[in-house]
């Protein structure tokens, strides 16, 4: 049989590779990396979309942030990727401790109540920003010469980066207490188009020249994350830029993750 095609078994089940298709979830499935995994996932992973609200595509609509829309909604998949909050290094307490929080929490509760093996949380680089950012939420102190490492202690520079590091925290605890392996994909800055140049000459841009995370990258570190078989791991999803400020050595290891493109090579293009 060639490699990546599908069977039909004796009980008429479709296999991938003589392998059942990995039932998984997405969360957030609406938005931006949503709709990226979405597309771009091979398809023997058979993904069940979680939205806020209805959309054009198929999709359960659950409110992560609501205990009561959880129960039963996970049934029978074997991994979640929990996309669902919110994105913004300068959102509200409120919208934080709602929706990135109590919804994390929400999400860990329904996939332990349903035996979904592994949860992988969309984390982020500002779970680590305290020393390497000015005041603004995107802008890289570049007085500051750093190289981070998964292991150095939480040091978020928002509400935001905070509530991210409180969803790792409560995916531990799940992930020791409950056996629900987790996966924190602390991910770089990934924006609609496919590259970094939409920084250009802005305060934005040493920030996302450090940050960038191709669309390529993103899909090989969620299957990555996806593939793995590990109690609880934390892991950078950022591409291999020149300009990186992530030690993603650990990363390449832990995950087997090798991101493949690099911002710079895009900024070398510009001159
Ligand atoms: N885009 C990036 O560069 C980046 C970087 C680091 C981390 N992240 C994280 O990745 C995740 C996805 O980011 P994105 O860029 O696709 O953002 P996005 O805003 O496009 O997608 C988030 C989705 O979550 C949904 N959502 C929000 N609150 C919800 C709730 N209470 N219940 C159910 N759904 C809810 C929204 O409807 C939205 O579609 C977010 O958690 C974000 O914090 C993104």
Redesign the pocket.
């Known amino acids: 049989m060639p490699a990546g095609s599908d069977t039909l078994c004796p009980n008429n089940h479709r296999h991938w590779q003589g392998i059942t298709p990995m039932k998984i979830g997405i969360?957030?499935a609406?938005?931006?990396?949503?709709g990226f995994l979405r597309s771009g996932l091979d398809p023997k992973y058979k993904i069940k979309s979680?939205?806020?609200?209805p959309q054009a595509f198929e999709s359960t609509v659950?409110?992560?942030?609501d205990a009561s829309s959880m129960p039963g909604k996970f049934e029978g998949l074997q991994a979640v990727i929990h996309?669902?909050?919110?994105?913004s290094p300068t959102g509200s307490w409120e919208s934080m401790l709602?929706?990135?929080i109590i919804?994390t929490f929400n999400v860990l509760e329904e996939a332990r109540r349903s035996g979904v093996k592994k949860v992988i949380f969309?984390?982020?680089?500002?779970t680590q920003h305290g020393e390497t950012m000015t005041d603004s939420p995107n802008e890289l102190d570049m007085s500051k010469r750093v190289m981070l490492r998964l292991g150095d202690y939480f040091n978020p520079s928002s509400i935001y980066g905070a509530s991210?590091a409180t969803g790792e925290i409560y995916g531990r605890l799940f992930a020791r207490k409950h056996g629900v392996q987790f996966v924190a994909m602390r991910?770089?800055?990934?924006?609609n188009d496919d590259t970094p140049l939409r920084a250009v000459g802005t305060p934005g841009e040493n920030y996302v020249r450090a940050m960038y995370?191709s669309r390529r990258d993103l899909i090989t570190a969620f299957t990555k994350a996806l593939e793995i078989d590990r109690e609880f791991t934390v892991a950078y999803a950022v591409s291999n830029n020149g300009r990186r400020i992530f030690d993603l050595r650990e990363t390449n290891e832990v995950l087997g993750f090798y991101p493949q493109d690099d911002a710079e090579t895009f900024f070398a293009g510009q001159k």
């Open positions: 969360t957030g609406e938005g931006r990396i949503g979680f939205t806020l609200a659950a409110d992560v942030s996309l669902a909050g919110d994105p709602r929706n990135n919804g969309a984390s982020t680089n500002h991210k991910i770089g800055a990934i924006g995370l």
